[in-house]
């Protein structure tokens, strides 16, 4: 089987975007792939958390992988602090990665710049693509699923990989992309324009896998438009409306070009009534599943099997690194 790894932040609740980005193909690629989710935990810290809330939230991330339809039968799933072999590559990756690089990423522009007080940007928001990188580089998989947002830091671990083995011989096995298909970005509900985020401060603007049927309901309802009122597809234009048919059209496995055909004629309101309406449909098995598996206290037995297995694996390569570099 071709090995798989992906790993999402618990930097807040998991969105409908991660669902739709990422998590909803897992579930289809667990059987054909040999596949290691992480719950990021580490990169997490790169922006202020609180203790407790993070806990939480990885717990919460975990569990919710789980009720989409994960089989940890299958499937390797860990928190990524349970496994120092990542924060210990990380670091020899540092040491070969130039500021200039860092410095290009787009992830790290846009969040330090939102970041309160600028002229205090954390040294590990900058450095996130390294521990990516380490991330990828320590499980030698095929491919690593991420949406676009992502592809970038991929790009820096395939290149972070091929210089390694050209200065200290052959290490790293050089990793690939794997978009998604129709590299879904779901944008922001307030503000189309940017993507959908977890760690957004507008809760308005984001749609939550646990969100209850009343908010999704409001959060739609009140999702920025235009004053056209024509259901067109034209993300251009037109991304507020455009946003919602691609997650219409990805819930309804049709295409955005199909429903403009179903809306012709209709208003916004009615098409938003029934994308809250879908929305909560599909959420609704996730969240009593999620509610299931809380109540068995299973979590923590799941996700310390997961650290094991990643532990075996991990380990290995990060030695054998580390003699690489000579550091034995
Ligand atoms: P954060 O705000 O902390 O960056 P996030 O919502 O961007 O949170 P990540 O943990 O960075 O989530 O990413 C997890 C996975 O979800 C990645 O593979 C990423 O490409 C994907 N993803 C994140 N946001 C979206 C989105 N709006 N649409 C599609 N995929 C997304
Ligand atoms: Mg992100």
């Not at 972070?160 to 970005?185: D, H, Q, S, W």
């Not at 922001?188 to 977890?198: I, R």
């Not at 599943?289 to 991990?314: D, F, P, W």
């Amino acid at each position: 089987k071709k090995r798989m790894i992906t790993g999402i932040t618990p930097s807040g609740k998991m969105t409908l975007g991660n669902y739709l980005g990422v998590v909803k193909n897992l579930i289809d690629w667990q059987d054909e792939y040999d596949l290691f989710v992480f719950i990021a935990n580490l990169h997490a810290i790169t922006l202020p958390q609180n203790p407790k809330q993070l806990k939480q939230n990885t717990e919460e991330i975990a569990a919710l992988y789980l009720a989409a339809g994960l089989n940890p039968e299958n499937v390797v799933i860990f928190k990524q602090s349970e496994v120092p072999a990542h924060s210990e590559l990380g670091w020899l990756l540092n040491t070969q990665t130039s500021m200039g690089e860092l410095s290009r990423m787009t992830q790290f522009k846009d969040k330090s710049q939102k970041l309160a007080n600028k002229s205090s940007i954390p040294a590990g928001l900058f450095n996130y693509p390294t521990l990516m990188a380490a991330d990828i580089l320590l499980y030698e998989p095929d491919f690593v699923p991420v949406g676009v947002d992502q592809k970038q830091h991929v790009e820096l671990a395939r290149d972070l990989a091929l210089r390694f083995n050209n200065k200290y011989g052959e290490n790293f096995k050089v990793p690939e992309p794997l978009l998604t298909k129709n590299k879904i970005k779901i944008m922001d509900l307030q503000d189309p324009t940017k993507k959908m985020s977890k760690s957004s401060l507008n809760p308005k603007a984001v749609l939550y896998i646990l969100d209850e049927p009343a908010i999704i309901r409001k959060k739609i309802a009140s999702a920025l438009t235009d004053s056209e009122n024509v259901v067109r597809y034209d993300p251009e234009n037109k991304p507020g409306v455009s946003n919602l048919m691609t997650i219409y059209a990805l819930l309804k496995n049709t295409t955005p070009e199909n429903i403009e055909h179903l809306w012709e004629g209709k208003n916004y309101k009615d098409f938003k009534d029934d994308v809250a309406e879908e929305i909560i449909a599909i959420l609704e098995p996730i969240q009593k599943n999620y509610q299931e598996i809380k109540r068995s206290g299973k979590l923590e037995t799941i996700l310390n099997e997961g650290a094991l297995r990643a532990n075996r694996v991990a380990q290995k390569k990060v030695t054998k690194t580390r003699k690489k570099m000579g550091l034995n």
